[in-house]
């Protein structure tokens, strides 16, 4: 039975699992530090939205993360009606061919054509199954599922327990967006508009303004705000476990996984990069100091970054306490994002070429995203196409060679630039 790590002992550092919802998101959570990535493809995933990989790309995909030592486990997590199963063999067995490192599922359906039809695959519940408590756990393990994915609205405490009492792999999410219901299982959005969240198209309703209607007065709202812009009073805050690092990794969990398929990859390269950097900084700490894991603070650099890549607030959820009306944010369902990307290194050199992302112009002051928590602040000396043309005003979409001072030379393929947002309004300096 795996144990939680002992005093005098430092802990196994978990796989740090992000999500990619295409191929340059894979690549950007590789290149950020990803120890494994997660997908779908255009079948039996959810997440309709999120691209999704066909069978070329996903081949791709499971190429360039295994070039980079990266596992991928591929989403077979939809909530399966009959015709959904006439193909699931030929797609279970593709995925087995092209060596994917493992399965999503939440279906017991699904899991015995796995079991059956590719019985050395590995198989991870999905957090769509909820689980909630050891038997259920200690259930789905004997079915021949390896990992299990626990219920975002489990405690500290109660993971501790899971982990005494089962072998299995544990895997915890630490970071993205939350339900206000058990993980998906909600039809908010199919009542709503139609779109079933448990087929991977959720709307989103819980993120929409509200009012009240009392039934003998058809027609009249009566406005529960918070503000006058309205109160979204299903609309949680964004889960960040970044500070319970230390705990999570004492407790034995051995995948940290990050929610977000449907995000940029300035939010996957952003927050996986901090959690990177921080599962190494733990990594390098004394053994002593996993004596009290409570007592480990982590710096505060890797929040403040964290804040820079866009969230509607953060929330630890359940995992010290029930979550009450200050985990929910009523003002507005936006996500705060104070930075924005502008390009996308794609060849290094003196003058990298870049891939805007975000309108651009000489004399900017902008910053390149380290592998790390390292930054470079650069501004822009001069732009030019890829011929040599001089250009004032980059558009997304363009390849530019861009002239930076400092020089721009640690600047790798895939890395990101980005700017603070509203910086190009307040540039003071022009060349
Ligand atoms: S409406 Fe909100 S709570 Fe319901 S499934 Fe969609 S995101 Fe989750």
């Known amino acids: 039975m795996k144990k939680e790590s002992r005093k005098e002992e430092a802990p196994v550092m978990p796989e740090l699992l992000a999500p990619a919802g295409n191929f340059e998101k894979l690549v950007t959570a590789v290149h950020y530090g990803a120890d494994a990535v997660y997908f779908g493809g255009k079948k039996f995933s959810l997440r309709a939205k999120a691209g999704n990989f066909d069978e070329q790309t996903m081949h791709q995909g499971v190429q360039f993360a295994h070039d980079h030592g990266v596992k991928v486990y591929v989403t077979v997590n939809i909530i399966a ?9 030929r797609y279970l067995a593709g995925l087995k061919d092209m060596q994917v490192d493992g399965i999503i599922l939440s279906d017991p359906g699904i899991l015995s054509y796995a079991r059956r039809v590719v019985p050395s695959l590995p198989v991870h519940l999905s957090t769509q199954a909820n689980v909630t408590n050891h038997a259920s756990a200690s259930f789905w393990l004997s079915q021949g599922v390896c990992r299990l994915n626990l219920a975002r609205e489990l405690s500290l405490a109660e993971i501790r327990e899971i982990r005494r009492k089962v072998a299995g792999e544990l895997e915890v999410f630490v970071h993205g967006a939350l339900c206000i219901s058990y993980s998906g299982r909600c039809m908010l959005s199919n009542y709503m508009t139609d ?9 989103h309703p819980c993120r929409f303004s509200y009012t009240l209607l009392e039934e003998k007065r058809p027609g009249e709202y009566f406005p529960v ?7 979204y009073i299903f609309n949680s805050k964004d889960l960040c476990l970044v500070e319970m690092l230390p705990q999570l990794v004492a407790a034995g969990v051995d995948s940290l996984k990050i929610e977000g398929r449907m995000k940029s990859i300035f939010y996957v390269g952003g927050v996986v ?6 599962l190494d900084y733990l990594a390098q700490l004394p053994t002593d100091a996993w004596n009290d894991p409570a007592g480990i603070r982590m710096p505060d650099h890797f929040m403040e970054e964290i804040l820079k890549t866009g969230t509607r607030g953060t929330t630890e959820n359940f995992i010290n ?9 009523y003002t507005s369902s936006r996500a705060v994002q104070s930075y924005e990307p502008v390009a996308v290194v794609r060849q290094p050199g003196e003058a990298p070429l870049v891939e805007i992302r975000n309108q ?23 732009m030019q196409d890829e011929s040599g043309n001089p250009v004032t005003k980059a558009n997304p979409g363009n390849l530019i060679l861009l002239k930076t001072e400092p020089q721009l030379s640690e600047a790798v393929a895939h890395g990101i630039l980005r700017r603070q947002k509203g910086a190009s309004e307040r540039k003071i300096e022009s060349i």
């Open 321 to 329: 306490q029930r979550p009450g009306s200050s985990e929910m944010i």
């Open 81 to 89: 009606h009959n015709q959904d199963l006439d193909d699931l063999e």
């Open 273 to 278: 990069r901090v959690y990177r950097a921080a």
């Open 195 to 203: 779109r079933d969240a448990n087929q991977g198209s959720c709307s």
């Open 360 to 382: 651009l112009t000489p004399g900017e002051h902008i910053e390149y995203m380290q592998q790390g928590m390292g930054l470079t602040p650069v501004r822009i000396v001069s």
């Open 225 to 231: 705000e918070e503000d006058e812009r309205g109160t």
